[in-house]
């Protein structure tokens, strides 16, 4: 995240590591975030994944390579995309599941310093109405202590 935050990359954190900062006790050994559809964040993220990470495509290991154009490219051009890095799993999502993305999630997202880093967190709610969305297994599993979590934390439960 201090990657991120240097690079100047606008991104809402979502998926399992979000929802441990919710106070989820569900591992996770990645990290998701929903980045900015914009061209210039498109640009920052691209030289972070290609400069700063040397990111490898997860499913090949092959690295994410080429000019930032053809990176900037790449990344326009998909909605999801999994790296493995230095640094751990990195997944870049557009659009989450049952999201239109960066905009709708950072507008309930909820801002957190984490060591020397402000950052943006989706909101649980959303978390848990993009896992139910995606409809996979790990995801519909871990549904019941998110909705308990929501429930605990004294908000209003969504159940789509």
Known sequence: MRILSRRKVDYVLIGAFAAALHGSPLPTMDLDVCPARTEDNIARLAELLLVDVRALWETTGAPFAGTIDEACERLS???LFSFDTA????????EPAGTTGYHELARRAVRRRIGDVDVDIAALEDIIRSK???GREADLRVLPVLRKLLEHNGLPRDDP
């Open 77 to 79: 051009a998909g909605s």
């Open 87 to 94: 640094h751990g799993r990195l997944d870049v999502v557009f």
């Open 132 to 134: 139910q969305a995606a």
